[in-house]
């Protein structure tokens, strides 16, 4: 049965607003003499875009924090979910908490935490009185986020914890439809997932692009990715020959026109085999790191140019992952399996990234074999 509780019941009041996770942060300055001095608190959050400001919450009876307001700046170090023993250290003040876990200085001179997620330089632009706390408000200066990012750490019911996210979806507007499909085969992204300890993408076609609608086993390799939900790419030669391979020869055609208008290049003479490659083998594997990179760039870099990558594509020529068995390759970056809805329509595809590119063959088929497994079960859940 259900409790209500006096909100001025201030024990209460704490157990109760406990059932509502937050990050872990630490927050860090340094004073004039070179001193660095740090506080945890559960309460930073994203404020503002234009201009751009975030906040913590400091109880004013805290010795550190006017510490920190007198540097007037501070930096965010939001810790990994692996990072609780930094956070005891930074709670109780260990003596050598600096020496052991704080890394670079951000460019201001606030000391980071190593191993942190997200790394957040900022001055302090405001300082507002609420209650027992000051609202302090940060222009941020420089965000910071590690080229292989985990999951953070989580305060929860009074302790701290790893959370568990067996997939996450898109929020953008406009994709109900593609969603609800989505929403169908995410049970079947995640089992792979779990299965696999890699990252395993449902996307599908929206207008002329391919949208990530959602990712399942996000933090499960460090290859993976944990920004690819709702990135858009171009569907243009040579890219996305998944969806182009089984589409009627206007949608093909049109495909293709679109690769060569983006790049202003002609289409390289292997894209019509690489449809039928894809036709023949029943999914899609790519091979290069260098190559991989740059598209993931493409796909989280808000002012990257898309056709560059896909000149890229154009200018490598055939991928070699479509022209030798799986076991034969070097360099894998991802394997892609359709699937198709009641009308035989390939309207999503299951997307495993997150190789380490030097996967033996015998990993490479466990992989492959898997994710068409899924990918047929998927094709069930969307026929029913």
């Known amino acids: 049965m259900s409790e209500s509780a006096a909100a001025s019941n201030t024990r209460d009041f704490r157990s109760a607003l406990g059932n509502y996770p937050t990050g872990v942060s630490v927050v860090a300055s340094r004073s004039f003499d070179g001193t660095p001095f740090a506080m945890v ?23 550190t924090w006017p510490r920190i307001r007198e540097t007037g ?28 876990h704080a890394g670079e200085n951000t ?10 997620v997200l790394w957040i330089d900022c001055d302090i632009e405001d300082v507002l009185p609420a209650g027992d706390h000051d609202m302090v408000l940060g222009r941020v200066r420089e965000l910071t986020v590690p080229e292989r990012s985990g999951l953070p750490l989580l305060f929860l019911r009074g302790g701290y914890g790893a959370p568990s996210v067996p997939s996450i979806q898109t929020e953008a507007p406009g994709l ?5 499909l989505a929403d169908l085969v995410r049970p079947e992204a995640e089992a792979i997932a779990r299965d696999l300890g890699l990252e395993c993408l449902v996307s599908g076609v929206v207008d002329d692009s391919v949208v990530s609608l959602a990712a399942a086993g996000i933090g499960t390799s460090p290859g993976g990715s944990g920004t690819r939900v709702g990135a858009t790419f171009p569907l243009a030669a040579p890219f996305g020959p998944l969806f ?12 293709r026109e679109r690769g060569a208008r ?31 990179d740059r598209f993931e760039r493409a796909m989280t870099v808000a002012d990257a140019d898309p056709a560059a990558v896909l000149r890229d594509l154009v200018e490598r020529g055939p991928e070699p992952g479509l022209r030798r068995p799986v076991e034969q390759l070097s360099e894998v970056t991802s394997l892609a ?13 299951l997307h495993l990234i997150g190789f380490s590119g030097a996967e033996p063959p015998a990993r490479l088929r466990v992989c492959l074999e898997r994710l068409l497994e899924g990918a047929a079960r998927a094709d069930e859940l969307l026929s029913a």
Request: hydrophobic content about 40%; proline content about 6%.
């Open 73 to 100: 700046r501070f930096c965010v170090s939001v810790l990994a979910a692996d990072q609780e023993n930094v956070c005891r250290a930074f709670v109780m003040k260990t003596s050598d908490r600096f020496d052991v």
């Open 41 to 63: 608190v559960g309460t930073f959050t994203s404020v503002s875009l234009d201009p751009p400001l975030v906040g913590f919450l400091p109880d004013r009876s805290s010795t």
């Open 262 to 292: 983006l790049t202003n290049m002609p289409a390289r003479p292997s894209t019509d085999s690489d449809l039928q490659a894809v036709q023949d083998l029943g999914y899609q594997v790519t091979t290069g790191h260098a190559t991989a």
């Open 244 to 255: 182009a391979a089984w589409a009627d020869e206007t949608q093909q055609q049109a495909w």
């Open 107 to 116: 460019a201001a001179g606030s000391p980071r935490v190593r191993g942190a």
């Open 337 to 349: 399996a359709p699937v198709r809805d009641r009308y035989g329509r390939v309207v999503l595809s």
């Open 176 to 180: 109900g439809a593609q969603l609800r």
